[in-house]
């Protein structure tokens, strides 16, 4: 099991409470680096406040969020400031209602991924409001990394119109492509085949799997589709009222009876039995 | 019937789309009647009757009913064409509005450097028109005055347009700047070069104050915050008498010079250096083109900035706060680097107002300057740089012709004073816009890095900003 030898990222004892409502209790698993991981559950379960806490737009109740590099570097999430997250730790999220820059660019929208590095080699501005020629490199080579993006996920057509035109599942691949221009080490994906059709969710897997596949970035994803989850992920976290219910590979997962409880109910009859199974 | 009647001609031929049935007349006449109906109801309590007094200081009322036909006609017709003009509209077959035609796009091509040559050589125009340099004054100085708008709202559209934090107290760095001037080169003696940049230094370093605390607030309670820190600075200026001066305010600040050399008749003048006879409207038109370069100054900055990742950073943090953290940027730091570089400009344009005037007081930057600085930004197309300076010259242009509507008076008597109509056309234009062109005038974005094709992007995808 690779997300037990070499974990990317360990989540242990998340608690996340907002006034007396427990969203997520006591949740702990790892995402194995490579891997691609879905996190599941029925509406309501507490997927995207774990996403929320991973990538620092909530400040976890109790817990310790350890994100490994492969040089072995590790950070603690749950104390980096929430820009340091995508910029130091190099993780990246996208969003369940997809948030572009509506009113700029495709290619503008990949080049703001870009910021750090740029602002970097623009001086902090005072070097590139001269335009110096090592400015000029770096946003040369920010704009071919967006031709690489726009060239695989099949809008290097569209660079030039605004990202608000672009159809539903073109700017879901865009809102990837973003997230993937930031070079990150842990690419954390919030339902990313919501509202796509099958031959798009089938291309989705393609993008995914050729992310995991030639960047090495590993995949962390919530979501409904169990074509995708069944399809590509290596290993599947099921959370049910805030608490895992259940980890293992997808065939583990999928034959588990309290994941079915929890996403199909039990007959009457047979609640005892479940109950006594699942250990309730 | 009015709805089939306006949708009938809709699935006609085109031919047939722009005539209006009789039908259609009927109704918009009927339309009409009742509108002159409810004028006339309306003015009966309100217009109909004038109380006057007889000679022996008893009211009475005087009945004014030819100005209620007047009025009630004038409802009337405006209705009627109204009522027309829709039908017409929507028997019309639907047009594809494109964000910007291409005659539109060849307007603005011209339009850029059409306004630097009239921007470069509007002193000689203005003398040539009037009959000579003196002549020319009054010209000259509404066009300093309309620059210094051109500059205080493409300063502004650092804050507003390109980030989306709505600031209702620039006013405050323009008052920074001013006042730095004048307490520099009245306690020091320092010239005007070199208080420049400590003006703009010391405005944006107050930019920054400001923006500490109110970098958590977004949208309406931004504004309101801004708007307070505004009248602050105003309330400081009058109170702190011991260093400002207070209400009083700060009076004899040196005059600029050209580059060192004063503008005088004595014999280190400017006039005896070049050999030219000395006129005091020499300073006049170097202020002018003074404040022509500041100007420029501030649009090519802005124009670079908004290329570098810096201003690409402003425009996604306007339109999406949450996305942008999420790829790593610090919006606090982003957003504080909009308020210093605004306030910057702002401080700059400040000490050049300072230096035009030779006197400054609190009474110059009050609420109305804030607001008209921002209306300008607003009027002019959040984030371009030419609706900006379109709208300036509207908006600060625009009243001071009023002054010069004299035939006017010919019309409508002797004591009628355009002048006084001023705020109510303003408002007029105001809601006039916000009906036909609510984006402002330039109501597309432009892209600020091309791969293949330029194109403009329609302001209905281009968020505003919340904070």
Redesign the interface.
């Given at each position: 099991m690779r997300w037990q030898e070499d974990p990317i990222l360990e989540v242990q004892h998340l608690k996340m409470r907002f006034g007396g409502l427990v969203a997520v209790n006591d949740l702990s698993f790892s995402v194995g680096r490579g891997d691609i991981t879905a996190l599941i559950g029925p509406n309501g379960a507490g997927k995207t406040t774990v996403f929320n806490c991973i990538t620092g737009f909530y400040r976890p109740s109790e817990g310790m969020l350890s994100l490994r590099h492969a040089d072995g570097t590790t950070y603690l999430l749950e104390r980096l400031p929430g820009h340091a997250i995508s910029w130091k730790a190099k993780v990246a999220r996208t969003f369940q209602n997809i948030r572009l820059f509506t009113g700029m660019t495709v290619l503008e929208n990949l080049l703001v991924a870009r910021h750090n590095p740029l602002m970097i080699a623009s001086g902090f501005t005072l070097l590139g409001l001269f335009g110096l020629p090592s400015f000029r490199e770096a946003e040369r080579q920010a704009v071919e990394q967006a031709k690489f993006w726009l060239e695989k996920i099949n809008l290097i057509d569209r660079a030039d119109d605004p990202a608000g035109d672009l159809p539903y599942g073109a700017q879901r691949r865009l809102e990837i492509a973003r997230a993937m221009c930031t070079d990150p080490i842990l690419l954390c994906l919030d339902e990313p085949a919501a509202g796509l059709n099958p031959r798009e969710s089938h291309e989705l897997n393609e993008l995914l799997l050729s992310i995991r596949r030639d960047h090495g970035t590993s995949i962390l994803l919530i979501e409904h589709d169990m074509s995708v989850v069944m399809g590509i992920s290596d290993h599947v976290v099921v959370l049910d009222y805030g608490t895992k219910i259940a980890d293992g590979t997808p065939e583990e997962v999928r034959n588990d009876p309290s994941v079915i409880a929890a996403y199909l109910g039990v007959e009457d009859e047979e609640l005892d039995k479940v109950e006594a199974e699942v250990g309730l | 019937m009015a709805l089939n009647t306006s949708h009938a001609p809709a699935i006609a031929a085109p031919g047939a789309a722009s005539s209006v049935t009789g039908a259609q007349v009927a109704t918009a006449l009927r339309e009409a009647g009742i509108a002159a109906l409810l004028t006339l109801g309306l003015s009966i309590p309100i217009l109909a009757f004038k109380t006057e007094q007889n000679q022996s200081n008893a009211l009475y009322l005087q009945p004014r009913w030819g100005v209620v036909a007047v009025v009630c006609g004038l409802i009337f017709l405006v209705r009627f064409a109204v009522c027309l003009r829709a039908m017409r509209r929507a028997a019309a077959p639907a047009r594809l509005k494109a964000p910007a035609s291409p005659f539109v796009q060849k307007l603005f091509g011209i339009a850029v450097p059409l306004f630097l040559g009239v921007a470069l050589t509007y002193p000689l125009l203005a003398s040539l028109a009037t009959g000579g340099l003196a002549g020319a004054r009054y010209w000259i100085d509404l066009g300093i005055l309309i620059l210094t708008y051109v500059m205080l709202g493409w300063g502004l559209n650092i804050v507003v347009g390109l980030a989306g934090l709505l600031d209702l107290g620039y006013v405050a760095f323009y008052a920074v700047g001013a006042y730095s001037y004048a307490l520099l080169s009245t306690t020091f003696g320092w010239s005007f070069w070199l208080c420049l940049p400590l003006a703009g230094i010391l405005a944006a370093f107050w930019g920054i104050i400001l923006g500490f605390p109110v970098l958590r607030l977004r949208g309406d309670y931004l504004a309101i915050v801004t708007l307070a820190f505004g009248e602050i600075i105003r309330l400081v200026l009058i109170n702190w008498v011991e260093l400002t001066n207070g209400g009083a305010g700060i009076s004899s600040i040196p005059r600029v010079t050209f580059f060192g050399v004063p503008f005088d008749s004595s014999e280190n003048g400017f006039a005896s250096l070049f050999g030219i006879s000395y006129s005091p409207m020499h300073r006049m038109v170097f202020l002018y083109y003074l404040i022509l370069v500041l100007a420029l100054v501030t649009n090519v900055?802005t124009i670079?900035?908004r290329r570098?990742?810096?201003g690409?950073?402003w425009?996604?943090l306007r339109?999406?706060e949450?996305?942008?953290?999420?790829?790593?940027?610090?919006?606090r730091n982003t957003k504080l680097?909009a308020f210093a570089i605004g306030a910057m400009f702002g401080g700059f344009a400040g000490s050049f107002f300072a230096v035009r005037q030779g006197f400054v007081s609190p009474e110059s930057f009050n609420f109305l300057e804030s607001a008209i600085i921002l209306s300008i930004v607003v009027l002019g197309g959040m984030g371009s740089q030419v609706g900006v300076a379109v709208a300036a010259i509207i908006m600060v242009g625009a009243p001071e012709l009023l002054r010069n509507l004299g035939f006017l008076k010919q019309v409508f008597g002797a004591d009628f004073d355009p002048n006084e109509y001023r705020l109510l056309i303003f408002g007029l234009a105001m809601v006039a816009m916000m009906v036909w062109r609510p984006r402002g005038l330039v109501g597309h974005?432009e892209?600020?890095?091309?791969?293949?094709?330029?194109?403009a992007?329609?302001g209905s995808?281009?968020?505003e900003g919340h904070g």
């Amino acid at each position: 099991m690779r997300w037990q030898e070499d974990p990317i990222l360990e989540v242990q004892h998340l608690k996340m409470r907002f006034g007396g409502l427990v969203a997520v209790n006591d949740l702990s698993f790892s995402v194995g680096r490579g891997d691609i991981t879905a996190l599941i559950g029925p509406n309501g379960a507490g997927k995207t406040t774990v996403f929320n806490c991973i990538t620092g737009f909530y400040r976890p109740s109790e817990g310790m969020l350890s994100l490994r590099h492969a040089d072995g570097t590790t950070y603690l999430l749950e104390r980096l400031p929430g820009h340091a997250i995508s910029w130091k730790a190099k993780v990246a999220r996208t969003f369940q209602n997809i948030r572009l820059f509506t009113g700029m660019t495709v290619l503008e929208n990949l080049l703001v991924a870009r910021h750090n590095p740029l602002m970097i080699a623009s001086g902090f501005t005072l070097l590139g409001l001269f335009g110096l020629p090592s400015f000029r490199e770096a946003e040369r080579q920010a704009v071919e990394q967006a031709k690489f993006w726009l060239e695989k996920i099949n809008l290097i057509d569209r660079a030039d119109d605004p990202a608000g035109d672009l159809p539903y599942g073109a700017q879901r691949r865009l809102e990837i492509a973003r997230a993937m221009c930031t070079d990150p080490i842990l690419l954390c994906l919030d339902e990313p085949a919501a509202g796509l059709n099958p031959r798009e969710s089938h291309e989705l897997n393609e993008l995914l799997l050729s992310i995991r596949r030639d960047h090495g970035t590993s995949i962390l994803l919530i979501e409904h589709d169990m074509s995708v989850v069944m399809g590509i992920s290596d290993h599947v976290v099921v959370l049910d009222y805030g608490t895992k219910i259940a980890d293992g590979t997808p065939e583990e997962v999928r034959n588990d009876p309290s994941v079915i409880a929890a996403y199909l109910g039990v007959e009457d009859e047979e609640l005892d039995k479940v109950e006594a199974e699942v250990g309730l | 019937m009015a709805l089939n009647t306006s949708h009938a001609p809709a699935i006609a031929a085109p031919g047939a789309a722009s005539s209006v049935t009789g039908a259609q007349v009927a109704t918009a006449l009927r339309e009409a009647g009742i509108a002159a109906l409810l004028t006339l109801g309306l003015s009966i309590p309100i217009l109909a009757f004038k109380t006057e007094q007889n000679q022996s200081n008893a009211l009475y009322l005087q009945p004014r009913w030819g100005v209620v036909a007047v009025v009630c006609g004038l409802i009337f017709l405006v209705r009627f064409a109204v009522c027309l003009r829709a039908m017409r509209r929507a028997a019309a077959p639907a047009r594809l509005k494109a964000p910007a035609s291409p005659f539109v796009q060849k307007l603005f091509g011209i339009a850029v450097p059409l306004f630097l040559g009239v921007a470069l050589t509007y002193p000689l125009l203005a003398s040539l028109a009037t009959g000579g340099l003196a002549g020319a004054r009054y010209w000259i100085d509404l066009g300093i005055l309309i620059l210094t708008y051109v500059m205080l709202g493409w300063g502004l559209n650092i804050v507003v347009g390109l980030a989306g934090l709505l600031d209702l107290g620039y006013v405050a760095f323009y008052a920074v700047g001013a006042y730095s001037y004048a307490l520099l080169s009245t306690t020091f003696g320092w010239s005007f070069w070199l208080c420049l940049p400590l003006a703009g230094i010391l405005a944006a370093f107050w930019g920054i104050i400001l923006g500490f605390p109110v970098l958590r607030l977004r949208g309406d309670y931004l504004a309101i915050v801004t708007l307070a820190f505004g009248e602050i600075i105003r309330l400081v200026l009058i109170n702190w008498v011991e260093l400002t001066n207070g209400g009083a305010g700060i009076s004899s600040i040196p005059r600029v010079t050209f580059f060192g050399v004063p503008f005088d008749s004595s014999e280190n003048g400017f006039a005896s250096l070049f050999g030219i006879s000395y006129s005091p409207m020499h300073r006049m038109v170097f202020l002018y083109y003074l404040i022509l370069v500041l100007a420029l100054v501030t649009n090519v900055v802005t124009i670079r900035l908004r290329r570098l990742p810096v201003g690409r950073a402003w425009e996604a943090l306007r339109e999406d706060e949450i996305a942008c953290r999420s790829l790593g940027i610090n919006t606090r730091n982003t957003k504080l680097t909009a308020f210093a570089i605004g306030a910057m400009f702002g401080g700059f344009a400040g000490s050049f107002f300072a230096v035009r005037q030779g006197f400054v007081s609190p009474e110059s930057f009050n609420f109305l300057e804030s607001a008209i600085i921002l209306s300008i930004v607003v009027l002019g197309g959040m984030g371009s740089q030419v609706g900006v300076a379109v709208a300036a010259i509207i908006m600060v242009g625009a009243p001071e012709l009023l002054r010069n509507l004299g035939f006017l008076k010919q019309v409508f008597g002797a004591d009628f004073d355009p002048n006084e109509y001023r705020l109510l056309i303003f408002g007029l234009a105001m809601v006039a816009m916000m009906v036909w062109r609510p984006r402002g005038l330039v109501g597309h974005r432009e892209p600020s890095m091309v791969l293949t094709e330029r194109k403009a992007i329609s302001g209905s995808l281009v968020k505003e900003g919340h904070g």
